[in-house]
């Protein structure tokens, strides 16, 4: 279904004047787009910010812009049912491949969060599941899909709060007293040193962009290890451009590769008591993370032009992939970094 945009009246004076608003129903779901003639503008649904963007030409470019993520949101959402986030969205799968184990799962932000799209595949295989939210207003958005999950353990975890994630290992050390895999799906960078060039980064942006999208993975590993005495798969979640000079991505580009080296260095290490470590390397997908990226849209129209297979990944491309390398049948894979990108990767 496609928005039906509407333009709202009484805007506020002043700068705010200049600001065009718009607005769309699609269900209970409230659209609001707003757009300044300078090119910025922000997509949001239900009130909160999905899309933000300063750099098209001009208002009618943004709104343009805006319009097409909005459509590509909506066209990723999963059907849903009435009551939004029920047992209906996650696949009904007949092999239960992944029964009697149990995940952590970081990441999951909203129904868009790729770490939502790898909790409903390794769900559907019959995994039980540890969820965690970044904090009290991510817990809204966060419960009703745990429910759905049917998750055991749902707890907070910022990883800038000392002391939560050690919390979270030590509930389910007591809870299920093992652990078979773990998703790290999380990266943040300040907005700053995310949007400039790597050359200018300042050491704090450097060391916050290390810490929270490399570090705590490593950190995540130290503190399941003990929990995978019977063996084990470390996830993380990459991006092409660690490899290659990917425009806007900058110094995330720079932590990327620092994660992927992490991935093979405690492969190696960890190798030997049968816990192995990926990195997945999605596609680019619209998802809340993402919206920090300027002319991110361009970026999903070059990936679907140059893949291979002429498409975007989905949440569930990704988390079906993720979900089969938790599975014993792929024990002897691990260091690897997986592209899920339809083949973009091999293409010059
Ligand atoms: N969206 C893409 O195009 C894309 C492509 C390749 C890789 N990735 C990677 O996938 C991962 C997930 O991102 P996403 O695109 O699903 O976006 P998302 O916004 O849904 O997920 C990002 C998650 O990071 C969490 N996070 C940020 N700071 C945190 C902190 N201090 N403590 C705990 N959690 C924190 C957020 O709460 C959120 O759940 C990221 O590592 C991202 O770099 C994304």
Known sequence: MKP????????????????????????????????????????????????????????????????????????????????????????????????????????????????????????????????????????????PLARALEAPIVMPLDVNASGQMEAVFDRIAKQWGKLDFALHSIAFSPKDALQGRVVDVSREGFLTTMDVSCWTFIRMAHLAEPLMRKGGTLFTMTYYGSQMVVKNYNIMGVAKAALESAVRYMAAELGPKGIRVHAISPGPLATRAASGIPEFDALLDKAKAKAPTRSLVSIDDVGVATAFLAHDAARLITGETLYIDGGYHIID
């Open 4 to 143: 039906d945009w509407k333009s709202k009246e009484g805007v506020a004076a002043g700068r705010g004047a200049t600001v065009q608003e718009f607005f769309a129903n699609i269900g209970e779901d409230k659209f609001e787009i707003d757009v300044a003639p300078w090119g910025e503008g922000h997509l949001k649904v239900n009130g909160r910010q999905v899309a933000h963007i300063n750099d098209a030409k001009d208002r009618r470019g943004a709104f343009r812009e805006l319009k097409k993520i909005a459509d590509r949101f909506l066209d990723q959402e999963a059907p849903r049912d009435d009551s939004k986030a029920s047992l209906g969205i996650i696949p009904t799968v007949k092999a239960k491949l992944l029964e009697g184990k149990k995940g952590l799962i970081v990441g999951i932000a909203n129904e868009n969060s790729i770490a939502w799209g790898c909790a409903k595949a390794f769900r559907a295989f019959g995994a039980e599941l540890a969820v965690t939210y970044l904090n009290d207003k991510a817990k809204k958005y966060v419960e």
